[in-house]
């Protein structure tokens, strides 16, 4: 048996805003010491406690312009009137140290680092259980105002569309904790599939949350 360490993986998590993903993302990081998150540039404004260099590289409209220019970026896309983009440098870094690198980027950017990447990566869709509980996780999170929150409920419904077209799995967050345990499970299972450690109960645990299994009362119509 080869003690190689497993070889690099993507894992893509989206969803419309307020489903939790960003809450997964970073449970899922602290829970793992090879896991990266990847930070991203924007152009908009940090909200609440987010730190520059943590959350994301807050970037001017300008300075974003010229790292397009540079070829910085994997992907980069215009969400919700600003800029957002996945620095092909982290990409780089986590699949040469053989790391898990945890991208909470949108279904169009997902679409690109699989594209990008087709081997490397397994993309997530995750759900929260209802447009209600939605609307109520964007309102209980406290940092965007009543315009915003609407602009995002707009967009809800033609993004899970997106993501339930095309992405590998879905979880539906509604106990955390059951979240964590499938998001986990897919990771494991993942990379059992390039070469990491067999893991059976991974295996079922990640067949029952890939896409088409499933089921999506009331997010279909
Ligand atoms: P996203 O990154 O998808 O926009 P967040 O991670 O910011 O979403 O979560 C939106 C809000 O919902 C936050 O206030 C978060 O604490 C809360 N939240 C996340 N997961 C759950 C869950 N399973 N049950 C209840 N609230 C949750
Ligand atoms: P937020 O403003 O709530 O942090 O993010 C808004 C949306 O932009 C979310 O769907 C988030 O996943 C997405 N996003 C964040 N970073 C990137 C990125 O680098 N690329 C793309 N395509 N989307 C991103």
Redesign the pocket.
């Given at each position: 048996m080869s003690s190689e360490a497993a070889p690099g993986l993507l894992l893509v998590?989206?969803?419309?805003?307020g489903a939790g993903?960003?809450t997964l993302a970073h449970r899922f990081r602290a829970a793992h010491a090879d896991a990266v998150f990847?930070i991203?540039?924007?152009t908009?404004a940090p909200?609440g406690a987010e730190r520059d260099g943590v959350?994301?590289h807050f970037v001017s409209p300008e300075r974003f312009a010229a790292l397009v220019g540079e070829g910085a970026?994997a992907?980069?896309?215009e969400?919700?009137g600003?800029r957002?983009?996945?620095l092909r440098a982290t990409v780089g870094e986590a699949l040469a140290a053989g790391r898990i690198a945890i991208?909470?980027?949108?279904v169009?950017?997902?679409s690109?680092i699989k594209a990008a990447w087709p081997r490397e990566t397994a993309t997530v869709f995750v759900l929260p259980p209802s447009m209600a509980e939605l609307e109520r996780r964007l309102r209980g999170r406290s940092t965007d105002s009543e315009e915003v929150i609407r602009r995002?409920l707009a967009g809800a419904r033609a993004?899970v569309a997106r993501g339930l077209a095309g992405y590998d799995y879905v979880i539906v967050n509604d106990v955390l904790a059951d979240a964590d345990a499938k998001l986990e499970a897919i990771a494991r299972h993942e990379r059992a599939l390039r070469g990491g450690p067999p893991d059976e109960a991974a295996a079922r645990l990640a067949a029952v949350c890939r896409r088409g299994v499933v089921p999506l009362a009331g997010w279909r119509e």
């Open positions: 998590l989206s969803a419309p805003s993903k960003t990847s991203s540039a924007t908009r909200r959350d994301y970026f992907e980069w896309a969400v919700h600003a957002y983009g996945t991208f909470d980027i949108d169009q950017g997902g690109l995002r993004e």
